[in-house]
């Protein structure tokens, strides 16, 4: 058996996907007389084994699908040697990381207190202090999601033209005060492509990004493992991974 290494669409074909005629696992195109695999909506193990058995094969990925899978078999395509120096250096990292918060959390705060006048008038009026800046500003505020509906975190919201700009957190949301005369906001992610959102009435958006689709003769890197390393990841590494999975 062999082992895939990387996965790629060097030159991806531009033929239009909607006029192609559907078929079982995807659709024919007629320019090019070839089945192309619909792999979008396939997992990535689904993916990985079906390259595994097959050869010649002309696919559609989304972008970031694609680096996914990539990312999914590196560490079983690497030397071991290297696999030890990626991991070492994981573990420093998160050693110092650690490091670093316990000192933050352990080193004392010095309060400076400004003396007060004695004499001070009695008379004080209390409530709730408005900014200046909030007179002449909105809040915008909303959650970014993928097609699937799947939450999308440290996606950028930047508005056109100035430094004002807010990311996603884990669950997708994100809030921003802008000038008031701000009609657009821009919404981004690596891997996805970009939206330009009107403001509107609304204070709340649900934005959804769509992955980039290509599609094209898919070219994939192999190499011959050993008997024990085959055994190995038949029978022990991949059944443990789909447990987990």
């Not at 560490?75 to 070492?88: D, G, H, M, V």
């Not at 994981?90 to 004695?118: D, M």
Request: with cysteine; hydrophobic share 35%.
């Amino acid at each position: 058996m062999s082992q895939l290494n990387k996965i790629s669409i060097p030159q991806p074909c531009h033929q239009s996907w909607q006029q192609m005629l559907p078929v079982n696992n995807g659709r024919h195109c007629q320019q090019c007389c070839k089945t192309v695999t619909d792999f979008t909506k396939m997992t990535n193990d689904e993916v990985i084994g079906y390259l595994t058995t097959n050869h010649h094969v002309c696919g559609r990925f989304g972008q970031q699908q694609l680096n996914n899978i990539n990312y999914q078999i590196l560490p079983e395509s690497l030397p071991a040697s290297k696999r030890y120096k990626i991991w070492a250096m994981a573990i420093g990292l998160a050693g110092s990381i650690t490091f670093y918060k316990a000192n933050a959390q352990t080193k004392p705060v010095t309060v400076q207190i400004a003396a007060q006048p004695q004499n001070v008038c009695e008379n004080r009026i209390i409530g709730k202090v408005l900014s200046p800046n909030l007179l002449n500003t909105k809040e915008i505020k909303g959650c970014v999601t993928d097609d699937q509906n799947i939450v999308i975190p440290g996606a950028l919201i930047r508005i056109k033209g100035s430094n004002l700009g807010a990311i996603t957190n884990i669950h997708g949301d994100f809030n921003l005060r802008v000038p008031i005369s701000t009609t657009q906001f821009i919404v981004s992610n690596i891997g996805y492509s970009s939206q330009i959102i009107n403001i509107n009435a609304d204070a709340n958006y649900t934005v959804k990004l769509q992955e980039p689709v290509f599609l094209g003769d898919v070219v994939v890197i192999k190499q011959k493992q050993p008997f024990f390393k085959r055994i190995y990841y038949r029978y022990i590494r991949r059944p443990i991974r789909k447990i987990f999975n």
